[in-house]
């Protein structure tokens, strides 16, 4: 059978030869499905300024879906869509202007988060008015009776489950 070529972008195999692989990296297929991986890699402000420029897809608007998908010429972005991408776009160039400037912005850790969330943790414990101490199980109303439940159902019994002699640790 011989090697086989995968592409990764179009998720497919073909026989490797010279002729076969050409042929396909050239093809518009792998070309259409190599720039759509690209692009989720550009940055937020090149898609705004390429989504501003488009008209709105007639067909996208009236059905929520379009043939083309990612290649539709036309634009699949809502007015709600780009506003959320012009504030991400903003967000990203003010912190762009404040790192030029010099200002001291500590890189987020994890470490860093985990304390800001055990803080917030601790903060939201103490100002609820839960008990200390979890309220006993209790089965919900309309329940039958706990001796009707099946074992797998009925909570254990005050000293834990006897365990079989076999079955033991130690």
Known sequence: ??????????????????????????GVQHLRAKRVWYDLFRDAAAILQ???TKKPCRKFLQTGQCDF????????????DLEKLSAQVQGE?????????????PPGTIEDWLDKRAKRL???????????KPAPFQYPPGWPPVQDLPPSLQAPPPGGWPVPPGLQWG
């Open 122 to 132: 601790s903060v939201a414990q103490s100002n609820s008015a839960l008990p200390e």
């Open 93 to 105: 160039q003010r912190s762009k202007e404040l790192r030029q400037e010099g200002a001291d912005i």
């Open 1 to 26: 059978m011989g090697k086989r070529y995968f592409c990764d972008y179009c998720d497919r195999s073909f026989q490797d030869n010279l002729h076969n692989r050409k042929k396909h990296l050239n």
């Open 69 to 80: 998908g990612s290649n539709c010429r036309f634009s699949h972005m809502t007015e709600q």
């Open 50 to 52: 390429e989504e501003q």
